[in-house]
């Protein structure tokens, strides 16, 4: 009985997400579009994670960076970040065109119907150059800008200038530095209480997803479906095990597939990276992550790291390639098809369906295609926008053990925080010069 009460307290929040997921695809199956009746309660659900995800990004950045009392951990979680970043998005990236280089996403015969049924207007942001996208990612002409979810990298950026801004003021911000910290507390505990209406929200939400997409895909866009399912499941299994024994061999696997699949679930349910935030780092600490590393990881991970929209990119792309028939042997283009796949999926935001037009024009306009196509992209995006999340929120925390492993070396696993702690105490004690007597 020990044993079952254990297994129940470790996964008793991932049963009750699994059996909500089954009864809401259940419901989507046999209602279908009338399931569409229970999707508020979804959205309350979703709009109740929404409300905190500002408070809960500012405040964890600006604690992680202020309260850091060893500028060369700080420093060195930053750069190993970015390093992860980079090598785990080209290797996402090269993975989906793999997956792709060989497969015929749309059949010949299907091209002209397909541009006929989704042609369509174009965003008002089109005439928009790369660089005034990317300054319009990272800022905002106004304040009030900062407290909307659509703004999130904006935020964060605002969050690393407070928490480095907090640092140089030194005892001076110490009383704003506990407010913040009770404040943070607070928002943790706003998400606890959040999470026991999860199962009803997530099995509701759900339901209407399944019961609008799950029998009006055309074939086209079920080959692309399946085809990417496949390649996600492929992903999550092979590549996060390996990730997970890089970062602490055999014991790194065991932690990761204990802790990893609430916020698996969560993302299959909600289709919402930022929803998975609180999750994922709590995740990340029952797997022995440090807070600072987790926190600052995870948070940045979810706006600037995304496995499953740099393979959903490739496949975006490539089935404009087969569309219009584009010729792939010229590595030129092969290397202008990995290059749009990595700049696109960067401009992604962590919000549900709908949120990469961004995205999505910087495919069209990059590889040169009509901006007719941008509805096709739209579609695509909503038949992978799953599994798609559920990489994008996986490999945040994946992204977090590799840190660690950087940061706090190979026994970062069995290590205490207090030992990482004083270790970099000891390696930031400036040392004492001597000098010898005569």
């Known amino acids: 009985m020990t044993k079952v009460k254990k297994f129940l307290k470790n996964y008793k929040t991932m049963l009750l997400l699994i059996l909500a ?28 994670m929404f409300v905190i995800i500002v408070p809960l990004v500012f405040l964890t950045i600006s604690l992680a960076v202020a309260k850091v009392k060893h500028p060369k951990r700080l420093g060195k979680i930053m750069v190993s970040t970015v390093v992860v970043f980079l090598v785990t998005s080209v290797i996402a990236v090269l993975v989906g065109f793999a997956s792709t280089y060989f497969v015929d996403l749309v059949d010949a ?14 965003a008002s942001d089109t005439d928009l150059n790369f660089l005034e996208r990317t300054v319009q990612l990272i ?44 404040a943070h507390s607070v928002v943790f505990n706003f998400i606890k209480i959040t999470m026991y209406y999860a199962p009803i929200g997530i099995g509701c939400y759900f339901a209407s997803y399944v019961g609008t997409f799950g029998t009006s895909i055309a074939a086209g866009f079920l080959r692309v479906t399946i085809l990417y399912a496949l390649v996600a499941l492929g992903y999550y299994v092979i590549m996060y095990s390996l990730y997970a024994f890089i970062s602490g061999g055999r014991k790194g696997v065991k932690v990761w597939w204990k802790n990893i699949l609430p916020s698996t679930f ?16 709590d995740s990340a600490k029952k797997m022995n992550v440090s807070e600072d590393v987790a926190d600052t990881t995870i948070s940045l991970a979810t706006n600037l790291h995304q496995d499953g ?77 799953a599994p798609a999340t559920a990489l994008n929120a996986v490999g945040d925390t994946s992204c977090s053990l590799l840190v660690s492993r950087v940061v706090d070396g190979k026994e970062w696993v069995d290590a205490k ?22």
Do not use: W
């Open 266 to 281: 969560t993302a299959l349910a909600t289709c919402s990276s930022a929803a998975c935030i609180p999750i994922n780092i």
């Open 139 to 182: 800022s905002v002409d106004d304040f009030t800008g900062l407290l909307s979810k659509e703004n999130v990298v904006a935020l964060l950026v605002c969050a690393l200038i407070v928490g480095f801004a907090m640092r140089m003021s030194g005892e001076k911000a110490d009383p704003l530095l506990r407010v913040m910290e009770s």
């Open 109 to 122: 015969g299907d091209n002209s119907a397909i541009k006929e049924l989704f042609d369509g207007e174009v």
């Open 417 to 438: 925080h207090e030992d990482k702690v004083i270790e970099a105490e000891i390696k930031e004690k400036p040392k004492k010069k001597t000098t010898k007597k005569k």
């Open 309 to 385: 929209s740099m393979i959903g990119s490739v496949f975006k792309i490539m089935f404009l390639v087969c569309l219009f028939g584009t010729n792939i042997s010229d590595p030129g283009t092969v290397a202008q098809i990995l290059i749009t796949a990595l700049v696109a999926s960067v401009l992604i935001s962590a919000v549900p369906i709908g949120g990469g037009t961004i995205s999505e024009m910087v495919i069209i306009s990059m590889m040169g295609y009509p901006v007719a196509a941008l509805p096709v992209l739209t579609m695509i995006a909503t038949v992978i926008d």
């Open 21 to 48: 997921m089954v009864v809401g695809a259940i419901c989507g199956l046999i209602f279908k579009e009338d399931a569409m009746v229970v999707k508020p309660l979804g959205d309350l659900f979703l709009n109740l």
